[in-house]
């Protein structure tokens, strides 16, 4: 520690690249940060992987039997383990921010010219990688224990485009919460929301086998069309309205929760 | 930048909601130099360093960091200074190399270059064996050091430590120091906040003292003792009535006051006559005073003094007590 005088100070200015330019730039440094981080964290890389594995096991094979749905039950309930999964990838991102905003960080990460958008969209980004590599798995397991989809490569394509728009949306509602709540146990809160959010829906049972006054709110809540959707493209069955319905409510969740959090994090750093 | 003033802020107001955190700051600070702003808690450094790091806005006043306008220049600003909080920020699940070249990569050094300035701040700050080891599992002491040299990273012109040594040990706490004198020789201008008198006479070539959001003091170190007269004369008091009675007769002469004890300080320019005549002063029956001693002013009889409450009581704000007794 002793010639700390040297190259202090007369390095050569770094010029201000543009702003999108490093904001691009930026966003992908977070988002390896994120992963990085995310990785060795040890609870939490276990839990994601060790969740979807063990949701379509007890779906399948302690709740599938009782369950009729006119297909295999491992047919019938893939999407809704996706999205479970999706969800609580997503509700891990809300903690990791609210874990920076709380923090230091954010501090050193602003006054190096850091704009918020690019500390978020890095979480994002992270939160989809990770949700991409659980749903994957999900998957996996689901071929290993009979899910055989009559899907042809379209409607694969088109499925991976609904899923990820699904993950895209509620990967930025997780940073919008992250950044509404003051401790990262209040943001594992929104765990519990998203993880509940599939339940009344067609994603475990079909909705006529609910009571009726829930129907209306199964019906037409934004996990269902996504449901749906995905069921419809992975079976070849028609798929209706779903796909617009599905992307009108991810759209809306997305431009919604990228809105709210920009003014949320102007507020939360005033 | 070629600027003799590194950071210059005049009329800086700052309130959240009803509470006044700062009301009309002025601060000079000359290229190359070491500012300590030295105050208790809630005395609205803290606010001071956000607002010239760009982190927050004043209500009121101008601020030029580095040449460029606080608010107009924002970016600017930013390219140019680094600020290093109270609470460390680096990444605990990270190494430190991965921390360090992170700060790199935002700093906007292409890959080999970030790994290359990472290297070298871990050598610099002795820390290479620990390098590639997450954070969380190294010592308090290590982190404030990877903290620090996180914030060199990007060559900052000005570099703002936010109370670099609160809760450090004594070890530690002379590694930052170590680091901070070696910045100071080399040009870079340092900003620092610290509740430490000690610190601030040991680091800094000016001190301004900021109690209740405004500047109370602004010198050299030297100055600020000589504003109490350079020396302390130390009375001890026979008994709890003679030190209630010279208490009363100094009243706000008093610099340091210790009722358990039954002692007193008050300033003195040392001088025999000047000692016999508060002597006198006091005691006119020569029977309150046991022992006298003169001493040395530190910086604290200086804070005391001029803020009217000792430096190490940070969390009575507004205790509006009086100095003696």
């Known amino acids: 520690m002793s010639e700390l005088t040297a190259s202090a100070t007369h390095a050569p200015r770094l010029r201000v690249p543009s702003r999108a330019r490093s904001a691009l730039a930026d966003s992908a440094t977070m988002a390896g940060r994120c992963l990085r ?63 920076d905003m709380t923090g230091g960080i954010i501090d050193r990460f602003r006054s190096m010219d850091v704009a918020g958008a690019s500390v978020l969209a890095g979480h994002v980004a992270a939160s989809v990688v990770r949700n991409l590599a659980s749903t994957v798995l999900v998957f996996g397991v689901a071929f290993l224990i009979g899910f055989r989809p009559s899907a042809g490569p379209l409607d694969w394509l088109a499925a991976a485009g609904v899923l990820l728009l699904f993950i895209l949306a509620i990967s930025w509602l997780a940073a919008a919460v992250g950044l509404l709540a003051r401790s990262p146990e209040a943001a594992g809160g929104f765990s519990f929301l998203v993880m509940f959010l599939p339940y009344p829906s067609s994603a475990f049972v079909p909705i006529d086998t609910m009571p009726t006054w829930i129907h209306g709110f199964a019906a037409n809540q934004p996990v269902t069309p ?13 798929v209706g309205t779903s796909p617009v319905r599905a992307v009108a409510w991810c759209l809306g969740i997305l431009v919604a929760s990228v809105a709210v959090s920009g003014v949320l994090f102007r507020l939360r750093t005033a | 930048m070629q600027e003799a003033l590194a950071i210059e802020a005049t009329g800086l107001e700052k309130s959240y909601g009803t509470l006044r955190v700062l009301d009309g700051v002025d601060l000079e600070v000359p290229r190359g130099s070491v500012l300590a702003l030295l105050g208790p808690n809630g005395a609205g450094k803290t606010t001071t360093v956000r607002i010239l790091a760009t982190l927050a806005r004043a209500d009121a006043g101008r601020a030029r960091v580095a040449g460029f306008d606080v608010v107009a220049d924002r970016r600017q600003v930013r390219r140019h200074i680094s600020l290093t909080g109270q609470y460390a920020a680096v990444d605990e699940l990270q190494t430190g190399e991965e921390n360090l070249r992170m700060m790199g990569r935002l700093a906007g050094l292409p890959g080999p270059a970030a790994r290359r300035r990472a290297a070298e701040l871990l050598a610099r700050f002795d820390l290479t064996e620990a390098g590639p080891r997450p954070v969380k599992t190294w010592s308090g002491g290590m982190r404030r050091r990877l903290d620090l040299a996180a914030g060199l990273v990007g060559d900052p012109a000005v570099l703002f430590l936010d109370e670099p040594t609160t809760g450090l040990d004594l070890r530690s706490r002379q590694a930052v120091w170590q680091v901070v004198t070696g910045l100071a020789g080399s040009g870079v201008t340092v900003f620092l906040t610290t509740q430490y008198l000690e610190e601030a006479d040991q680091l800094a070539d000016r001190i301004v003292v900021l109690d209740g959001g405004r500047v109370v003091a602004d010198g050299t170190p030297a100055e600020l003792k000589e504003q109490v007269a350079g020396q302390r004369l130390d009375l001890e008091l026979a008994d709890a009535a003679a030190f209630d009675q010279v208490a009363r007769r100094l009243d706000g002469r008093v610099v ?47 804070f005391l003094a001029l803020t009217g409450h000792p430096a190490d009581r940070p969390d009575h704000e507004h205790e509006k007590e009086p100095a003696g007794v």
């Open chain 1, 226 to 238: 996504v449901i749906e959707t995905l069921r419809g493209l992975l079976l070849g069955l028609p």
């Open chain 2, 256 to 302: 340091r006051s210790d009722p358990g004890r039954l002692t007193i300080g008050v300033a003195t320019d040392g001088s025999a006559a000047q000692v016999r005549a508060l002597l006198d002063e006091v005691d006119p029956a020569r029977r309150a005073v046991d022992r006298f001693a003169v001493q040395r002013a530190t910086l604290d009889d200086v």
């Open chain 1, 37 to 99: 981080m995310a990785r060795r964290n040890l609870d939490v890389a276990l839990t994601s992987l060790a969740l979807p594995v063990m949701l379509m096991l007890l779906f399948v094979y302690l709740f599938g039997g009782a369950i009729q749905t006119g297909t295999r039950y491992v047919t019938y309930v893939v999407p809704g383990v996706l999205l479970l999964c999706a969800g609580f990838g997503a509700s891990m991102t809300a903690v990791s921010v609210t874990t």
